[in-house]
């Protein structure tokens, strides 16, 4: 039995960190490190080779047959493409989860309790068989797809393997993000307050925009960033259902971990994901601390 | 009732605590010390941050003082751990573990001390018994109302026989009527088992119902300490008078020949150590009723209400200020809301206090 | 006028109730369906869960996740446990252990587990069961540590005191009270470590060696060469154990609060 607290709380404490640690940030450092590094021949790293921003170099320029750089915009398409799908699931998900939390929020305590577990299940389930049950109803031969071409005045159109197919895909899955914070703010929201609003003439309407959206404000970006992040690093989602079509930055950062063999590269792809997260973290972070002040 | 070769059941000796560290050091306990005999009911009374319930912490072990020694029974404790103090408490909040039987629960210090299953079985039971709670043993906590967890968490503190049994404002969870009750039967079980008891508490009437000896407390020091009467007779202190029952405060001058002036003409024949201003104070219920001009004071009736057995008036003085005074019933018709009257202050009624 | 009511958030949450479970009815109907087609339906059978029992290599895939999930979870929540032991009391560097324990969180999935591909490979860390246990440990910390530790904020440390009040040591308290006390948190943490273990499909993919195949992971290898019935009954069959351990947890976590 140790009596000095101290000693006896960071004996207790060190087991957990020393994992997380070695197991995700000497991985993390070492990464940056082969993100400079060249192509091996049988392993995927030279690790004698000399550190170079060549990676970095490549996501947008690459050498023509004359040794001229040219832009390559494929990379770029796709991280833009990464970008703009995080940022479309998210305002889907803010649109679908506000009116669901405000409603939680008004229920009973059964009913609460009930629907803040109809809302945890999804986000434990598995992420692969969820998008799968996707894949399923949106197949070609399938009854929706199949409706869908009975009534479109366009012809036949492809439901499956396109953006707005992993747009559905990542909103399913991140839903649950986004509700689960802004129900947390709504619980907790003094709702006395909406009635003085209402008492000092202004309406359901003007009331929603001027008392409960400032105050779901923190809860509103805590969601985003949580449905954000994940979406930029989606792989399931486009796996599945872009269908090779519409690639995501976790898509080609497999690829070159697999087919290609190009783990340096694949390494800088992932700082430049882990890059991208850290920035929209701090605006956020900073957009947070303009407010409060 | 002190007897020198035994030692009191808790001696504190110059006892001081604060929390925190460096310029945020907070100090909440100055310089205490204190004796409590032996089977006494001894109550620590003051509002809330007195440090009261700090001292009471200090003593079951859950604090360590910063000076001063503690002892129980003559044995010094200032540095044992609570497991080897002989006290235990009874928390405000009861602490009742919830993952335990109300059986299993009285029992948790029994196991600890070794005792074989049978003498725990038998010690369960009477503890159980004298707080009458015998035929609830196989419930939980979450199972009981208040009343009864109360007397559970008493029960589990008293069955191990502590030395010193500490109780943590235990009354302040329950509603008045309640609390009546439980004050009887605390004061009943005292008596029965025989056991040095020391109590906190905010409630003054709760400490002067109960004690023997009260020591009231402010911002980290005792004030006064005695018995109740001479508490609420004799307070020494301005806070003390004021903290414990109605009480009317009066500024007036020492003269240098004797008596207190309270106002032109009004002299109360007192004697003061030191001439200069001084607060006088006197019990609504010992001042009287005089014909206008022949009291120590005049005064006006501004407001009177019937209390049942008497009657609380509050009258206005000629600088000012309000004073109550309590009428029996047996001492004459009320005076009319309104009338002129005169004030007596009977000079054995009044203390003159220390700020 | 009720200020909590807002007009159509009813009707917008029944609707979204539907996009978040239909898929899962859906699959878990077509799990049923004894059509080899696997989206053509025809009668109910129960003839593909009969189908995946016999096939060996899901056999395989099956118990392969369930022995890690077990060794991870339980080494995620000792480690877990003892974190949350020690962040109880406000300390200088709480704030800094918390977001080390939570980084697992925050991080993008693909990211760390590629990461961890580079580091066992650099140290020559055959790839396999073992590499895989090591990495779900790491993630599946913090998914046990805010169970133990929420279970811990609400436990007053008065309890405690009471037992050392009556005589019971340091060790005893923590073996009589706060054990027994933080036991539903403990589960909790442990049930949620195991799901998400169970369920991982990312980090496995990359660290699995020949032969140690996940059930996600050949869920994964099987979708790529097409839809079958079978993939069908085994999903179900994971749908359905996730939603019980989630809702085992969820009320472990409330017990006797």
Same mark, same amino acid.
């Given at each position: ?20 640690? *070695? ?9 940056? $490190?082969?993100? *400079? ?105 399938? $009854? ?112 070159? =971990?697999?087919?290609?063999?190009? $783990? ?30 | ?15 001081? !605590? ?22 006494? =009911? ?65 029992? =948790? ?89 020391? =109590? ?20 980290? !020091? ?102 109550? *005074? ?30 | ?73 339980? %080494? ?7 974190? %949350? ?173």
């Amino acid at each position: 039995m140790m009596h000095n607290p101290t000693l006896r709380r960071a004996s207790l404490l060190t087991p957990a960190i020393a994992v997380i640690l *070695l197991l995700i940030g000497v991985p993390l450092c070492l990464m940056g $490190w082969i993100s *400079l590094l060249g192509k091996g021949t049988s392993s995927g790293v030279d690790w004698a080779s000399l550190p170079s921003v060549a990676n970095y170099v490549r996501l947008v320029w690459e050498e023509d047959f004359d040794g001229t750089m040219i832009l390559n915009s494929s990379y770029l398409v796709i991280f833009l493409r990464s970008v703009v799908l995080a940022a479309v699931t998210t305002i889907f998900s803010l649109l679908l989860g506000l009116p669901v939390a405000l409603w939680m929020a008004g229920l009973s305590r059964t009913g609460r309790d009930a629907m803040l577990l109809l809302i945890t299940i999804p986000f434990w389930t598995n992420l692969l068989v969820r998008n799968y049950a996707w894949l399923i109803i949106l197949r070609e031969d399938g $009854w929706v797809a199949k409706s869908v071409n009975a009534i479109s005045p366009f012809g036949p159109v492809q439901l499956l393997y396109n953006d707005t197919a992993v747009a559905i895909g990542l909103t399913y899955s991140f839903l649950p993000f986004m509700i689960l914070p802004l129900y947390t703010v709504f619980e907790k929201f003094d709702w006395r307050l909406l009635e003085a609003a209402y008492d000092l003439g202004a309406t359901r309407k003007r009331a929603l925009r001027r008392v409960l959206l400032p105050i779901a404000t923190p809860g509103i970006m805590a969601g985003s960033l949580l449905v954000f992040i994940p979406c930029l690093g989606a792989f399931v989602t486009p796996a599945l259902l872009g269908g090779g079509k519409t690639l995501m930055l976790g898509n080609i950062i497999q690829m070159q =971990f697999g087919a290609s063999r190009n $783990w340096p590269f694949g390494a800088s792809l992932s700082v430049i994901l882990l890059a991208a997260m850290l920035i929209v973290m701090t605006a956020m972070a900073l957009l947070r601390n303009r407010r409060t002040a | 009732m002190t007897d020198a070769s035994v030692p009191p059941a808790v001696s504190i000796r110059n006892v001081s !605590k604060s929390f925190g560290k460096g310029i945020y050091t907070v100090p909440v306990l100055d310089d205490v010390s204190l004796n409590i005999d032996r089977r006494e =009911f001894f109550t620590l009374l003051g509002p809330s941050g007195c440090g009261k319930t700090t001292l009471l912490r200090l003593i079951a072990g859950f604090e360590t003082a910063n000076a001063g020694t503690i002892a129980i029974e003559g044995q010094d404790v200032t540095a044992a751990p609570p497991f080897h103090r002989p006290v235990n408490t009874v928390f405000q909040s009861y602490a009742l573990f919830p993952h335990l039987t109300v059986e299993q629960n009285v029992a =948790f210090a029994l196991v600890e001390q070794g005792l074989a299953r049978e003498a725990i079985r038998t010690r369960v039971g009477e503890a159980l018994e004298m707080v009458r709670m015998g035929a609830f043993a196989r419930r939980r906590p979450a199972e009981l109302s208040g009343g009864q967890q109360q007397r559970v968490a008493l029960a589990r503190a008293l069955a191990p026989r502590p030395r010193v049994l500490l109780l943590d404002e235990p009354l302040s969870a329950l509603d008045l009527k309640l609390r009546k009750e439980m004050q009887l039967e605390l004061k009943q079980l005292q008596a029965e088992a025989g056991i040095t008891f020391l =109590f906190v508490t905010h409630d003054q009437e709760e400490a002067l119902t109960l004690s023997d000896r009260v020591a009231v407390m402010q911002a980290g !020091k005792i004030l006064q300490m005695g018995p109740p009467r001479e508490i609420y007779e004799r307070p020494t202190h301005r806070f003390v008078a004021d903290f414990i029952g109605d009480i009317n405060l009066l500024e007036g001058e020492a003269l240098p020949g004797g008596g207190v002036r309270l106002g032109p003409g009004a002299v109360v024949p007192l004697t003061c150590a030191t001439p200069g201003k001084v607060t006088i104070a006197i019990r609504p219920e010992r001042a009287r009723l005089a014909t206008v001009g022949e009291g120590t004071l005049d005064a006006t009736v501004i407001h009177s209400a019937y209390l049942g057995t008497a009657m609380l008036h509050k009258l206005g003085l000629p600088d000012g200020s309000t004073f109550l *005074l309590r009428q029996s019933e047996s001492s004459g018709p009320p005076p009319e809301t309104g009338s002129r009257v005169g004030l007596t202050l009977p000079g054995e009624a009044i203390r003159v206090l220390l700020q | 006028m009720n200020p909590r009511r807002f007009p159509f958030t009813r009707e917008i949450s029944l609707a979204v109730m539907a996009y978040l479970y239909v898929p899962v009815v859906v699959l878990i109907a077509y799990s049923f369906n004894a059509n080899r087609t696997a989206t053509i339906w025809t009668h109910a059978s129960v003839s593909w869960y009969g189908r995946i029992l016999e096939n060996p290599s899901i056999q395989a895939a099956a118990w392969n996740s369930l022995v890690l999930a077990v060794c991870a979870a339980t %080494a995620a929540t000792l480690l877990a446990l003892l974190a %949350a032991l020690s962040t109880r009391r406000d300390f200088l560097g709480r704030g800094a252990a918390e977001t080390v324990l939570n980084m697992p969180l925050i991080l993008p999935e693909i990211v760390v587990a590629v990461a961890t591909l580079l580091l066992f490979v650099a140290l020559g860390v055959h790839l396999g069961l073992t590499a895989m246990m090591a990495a779900h440990t790491a993630f599946c910390i913090p998914f046990a540590y805010l169970p133990i530790r929420a279970r811990l904020d609400g436990m007053s440390g008065t309890y405690e005191e009471a037992a050392q009040d009556l005589y019971a040591s340091r060790f005893r308290t923590f073996r009589r009270v706060t054990m027994p006390m933080l036991w539903p948190g403990v589960m909790a943490g442990f049930t949620l470590a195991f799901v998400t273990s169970l369920d991982d499909f990312l980090t496995s993919f990359f660290l699995s060696g020949p032969g140690t195949t996940t059930l996600p992971v050949y869920i994964f290898s099987a979708i790529r060469s097409g839809i079958s019935p079978e993939i069908n009954a085994i999903s179900a069959v994971m749908l359905v154990v996730s939603v019980l351990l989630v809702a085992l947890s969820f009320f472990l976590g409330r017990l006797r609060r």
